[in-house]
Nanobody, 113 residues
Framework: QVQLVESGGGLVQTGGSLRLSCAASGSIFSRSVMAWYRQAPGKQRELVATITPGGSLNYADSVKGRFTISRDNTKNTVYLQMNSLKPEDTAVYYC???????WGQGTQVTVSS
């Protein structure tokens, strides 16, 4: 099973930016689909973005044009660059790997209005 550790969350004002990182253990990172999910209070966890081993990207409609997912296979790390943040982006953000259906512990992102 892969261990995933997220970092980079915090408090930011509307219109600001944050970059989340997710460091993965194991040598199979480069062959894994990686994703970011988020869960706001009282809501279900939702998919934010995915990136395949080949680099194909997919985004939720709510973040298209504002968020960018990327990966560095030399560092076993996946990133989520979040720009033009809105209060509705406030949530706990989770990293996910297709290897072992593994989840990170989550990192809080709070966008103030």
């Amino acid at each position: 099973q892969v261990q995933l550790v997220e970092s980079g969350g915090g408090l930011v004002q509307t219109g600001g930016s944050l970059r989340l990182s997710c460091a993965a253990s194991g040598s199979i990172f480069s062959r894994s689909v990686m994703a970011w999910y988020r869960q706001a209070p009282g809501k279900q966890r939702e998919l934010v973005a995915t990136i395949t081993p080949g680099g194909s990207l997919n985004y939720a409609d709510s973040v298209k044009g504002r968020f960018t997912i990327s990966r560095d296979n030399t560092k076993n790390t996946v990133y989520l660059q979040m720009n033009s943040l809105k209060p509705e982006d406030t949530a706990v953000y989770y990293c996910w790997s297709s290897w072992g259906n593994s989840w990170g512990q989550g990192t809080q992102v709070t966008v103030s209005s």
